[in-house]
């Protein structure tokens, strides 16, 4: 694996390659990132990842000086699973200068829900991915559907500017227990650990809330808030959208539950697309 610290390195490196397939990540892999790459491989002639905490997306009182940077393992992980060029770049690298040109994403889709909670999360993940976009110049991208709005966003991005870039969207890998695969879930005590399948529970119930008929949407949202309310659990949102816009659901359109919600110190997201409604 040829590991690239500088945009020139990786531009002279991938000038070889015509269909670089390409996993943005910020470190910390865990399976999740891996069936990123290795869904990857056969859709390009190179598979590039990269590796980059990006401090634009990080509000000023969150984790970005103790988000959990593995570099040695990560390296392992991506040479197992088959990656062929790695871009990590030092901030320096990709932001050698104060990053003033931003993309600012359709408020519409970029400040409800995570970016309600998160204001300005999604202009630091649109600048970023646009410029990895442009030191990659990928033909195919994967985004995992854990962070289902922020796929929606990288979709709506490169449809608006006409990028040629196709967007494959790979399912959320889970523990034995039903818990999404995080770079966070590593913040969480045994006792969280245990705790935290509630939060895909509840999503769960929600779905089955649906599919078994019934259509008070504002109910099922306030129970499973409720439910894990009473857990201890302190819930930015459970709701349920329409999976093509996310917003308010009608009916018989395909639905997908999203959720938010700290546990302790550690701020988990979740979601689960729900089969369409009769
Ligand atoms: O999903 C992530 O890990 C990040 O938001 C991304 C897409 C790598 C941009 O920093």
């Not at 991005?157 to 399912?171: K, S």
Request: net charge neutral; proline share 6%; charged share 25%.
């Amino acid at each position: 694996m040829h590991i690239a610290r500088t945009i020139d390195e990786l531009r002279e490196h991938l000038a070889a390659y015509r269909r670089p397939a390409f996993v943005p990540t910020m470190g910390n892999l865990h399976d999740g990132h891996l069936d990123l790459v290795r869904q990857a491989k056969p859709l390009g002639d190179v598979t590039v990842a990269s590796i980059f905490v990006n401090r634009l997306q990080f509000l000023p009182h969150e984790d970005f000086d103790t988000y959990p940077r593995t570099w040695d393992s990560d390296c392992e992980k991506l040479r197992a699973a088959g990656c062929n060029v790695l871009f990590a770049p030092h901030e320096r690298a990709l932001y050698p200068e104060a990053q003033t040109c931003k993309v600012h994403p359709d408020p519409a889709l970029a400040d409800i829900l995570e970016g309600h909670f998160r204001p300005g999360f999604f202009v630091g993940v649109c600048t970023v991915v646009m410029k990895l976009f442009s030191c990659v110049q990928p033909r195919v991208a994967m985004f995992g559907k854990k962070d289902y709005q922020q796929l929606m966003m990288i979709r709506h991005m490169v449809r608006q500017f006409a990028l040629p870039i196709e967007i494959v969207a790979v399912d959320t890998r889970r523990a034995a227990d039903g818990l999404a695969l995080s770079s966070r879930n590593g913040y969480l005590s045994e006792a969280e650990r245990a705790e935290a399948v509630q939060l895909s529970k509840a999503l769960r119930a929600m779905a089955e809330a649906v599919r078994s008929g019934e259509r008070d949407f504002a109910a099922i949202e306030a129970r499973a808030t409720d439910a894990l309310r009473q857990r201890g659990w302190q819930p930015d949102y459970l709701v349920l959208r329409r999976r093509a816009d996310l917003r308010a659901p009608a009916p018989g359109e395909p639905l997908v539950a999203l959720a938010a919600a700290r546990l302790g110190g550690t701020r988990l997201i979740d979601n689960l697309e729900i089969d369409s409604m009769a």
